[in-house]
Every structure is written in structure tokens, then in C-alpha cells.
């Protein structure tokens, strides 16, 4: 299936580089920025019936665009990017479906067990996403925070999954090597989710075209949810028209 986003930056809604988000201006490489709004995006996806989409804040700045997608959707989008106990209810109550949670709980390289039961214990796990965006390193994947740019400890592998799933309700899974790059789906990564994760499960990073959501549902084994973002025409791309996707989840095409 495939599930949309909508990723600010400064306010706007943008398609990065998922690896330039250094913090530093000079590196920031940007495929698109909106003339739209955020609501209208949400709007959008509200009359297709796209729901499970996640706002991703990229940063400081990003708060009134959020809540205004929010709002546009109730309970139809997830939201992330800088969540935290002290505003994860804030955000639910806002219209969000799910907070998506990852920086907060990991604390030099290591997962924080106690940060994690704290918020389970005053949202429920049944409002919580955990994102595990990871990078290579060798031939493993390892979770990546702060904006994708430091390792932690933790490898993405199903004994990994396995225990997490006991506290959310779904992953969210960026490949941060190619994100917003429009080269390809790492596949390989696509394959061990839909052997290993127990729960819903969304990837996203490199699709490019429509036949990417094909093939992401036939190697996970039509247990992966695919994210298209910088190759979908509502945000400049040139690989996959949006309606197309819609009428893919809307089953009035078969996916292969």
C-alpha cells in the first residue's frame, strides 16, 4: 500500500536529500519546495481516503504547519520530527492519528527502555510509531537519529523488531542513504522488513517511479507499506502521478 507524506521544512512543505540534513545550510540539497500549504496537501490525501501518511517536521519551525495539516486530517496523519513526552499528547490531541517517535528515546547510541515505557505509558501503544530510519554500515543497518546523521548501537534486525513492536504500532522505516535521491528502493532492506517485522511496517527512501510499489509489495511479501515522495508529481517528480498511486490503493487496478 502505498502511504503518503508530507515533510516540512522551515515552515514549507519540501522534498530533501534525506543525507544532507546536516544542520548546516551549505549541504542542505533540496529537490522541491511548495507553493501549496500543508492543509492542502492534507486535504488532499483526506479526499482520497490516503490515510496512515506521516508529517515529518525537518527541524525547527515547523509546529503551525503540522497542526494545521493535522487539523485538515483528524486522524488520518501521523506526525513526527522532534516528539516528546512533554508534547506527544499535544500533537494527538491536535488531530494526529500517532506521534512518530525516534531521537528522543535513544541517548549516546543506546535505547532509552525507561523513555520509551514512560511514553507508552501516558499515550498507549496504540497512538505510537517508532522510527527506525537506518543507514549501512557493512552489511548490516543500523538506526540513525538526529536527523539521520548519528549511529546509534541498534541494528535493524528481527530480534531488534521484535522487542519494539511490543511497544508501538507501527515502524517507520526511512533508507536514509537514499532518501530523496529517486535511484531506487534498497530492496534488500524491503525484503528482511517483510520477513522480520511482526507489525505494520512503512519504508520509505529512493522510489522512483510507479513500478516501485509494485515491487516493494511483492519482495516484502504485501506486508510493506512504500512512501513515494521526490518522484510524485504533486511534489515536482516525473516518475509517478499521483492518481495513479491512489487508484493502486483504491484496488480499482491489480498491483502485479
Not at 490516503?50 to 487539523?71: F, Q, R, T
Not at 557493512?138 to 523488531?161: A, C
Not at 521484535?162 to 537514499?178: G, K, N, T
Amino acid at each position: 500500500m502505498f502511504r503518503p507524506c508530507i515533510d516540512l521544512h522551515e515552515g514549507k512543505v519540501k522534498q530533501i536529500v534525506g543525507g544532507s540534513l546536516t544542520g548546516d545550510p551549505s549541504t542542505l540539497k533540496t529537490n522541491f519546495v511548495s507553493e501549496r500549504s500543508s492543509r492542502w496537501y492534507a486535504e488532499l490525501y483526506r479526499r482520497d481516503g490516503l490515510s496512515g501518511g506521516h508529517v515529518i517536521m525537518l527541524g525547527p519551525g515547523n509546529h503551525d504547519a503540522a497542526v494545521d495539516a493535522l487539523k485538515a486530517y483528524p486522524n488520518g496523519l501521523q506526525v513526527g520530527g522532534g516528539i516528546k513526552l512533554d508534547n506527544a499528547r499535544a500533537y494527538l490531541d491536535a488531530g494526529a492519528s500517532h506521534v512518530i517517535v525516534t531521537s528522543w528515546i535513544f541517548r549516546d547510541g543506546q535505547l532509552e527502555w525507561d523513555r520509551l515505557v514512560k511514553l507508552v505509558a501516558a499515550i498507549g501503544k496504540s497512538r505510537l510509531v517508532l522510527d527506525l530510519s537506518c543507514r549501512r554500515r557493512g552489511s548490516d543497518y543500523f538506526v540513525v537519529t538526529d536527523r539521520w546523521q548519528k549511529f546509534t548501537e541498534i541494528k535493524v534486525e528481527e530480534s531488534t523488531l521484535d522487542r519494539l513492536a511490543r511497544e508501538c504500532d507501527e515502524f517507520l522505516i526511512h533508507a536514509a542513504d537514499v532518501e530523496g535521491l529517486c535511484r531506487g528502493v534498497d530492496m534488500e532492506l524491503v525484503e528482511k522488513l517483510g520477513r522480520w517485522s511482526p507489525i505494520p511496517t512503512t519504508y520509505a527512501g529512493g522510489a522512483r517511479e510507479l513500478a516501485d510499489l509494485e515491487a516493494v509489495t511483492r519482495v516484502g511479501g504485501g506486508r510493506i507499506n512504500l512512501t513515494i515522495g521526490s518522484a510524485l508529481d504533486i511534489f515536482g517528480g516525473k516518475g509517478a502521478r499521483y492518481e495513479d498511486v491512489v487508484r493502486l490503493n483504491q484496488g480499482s487496478a491489480r498491483l502485479y
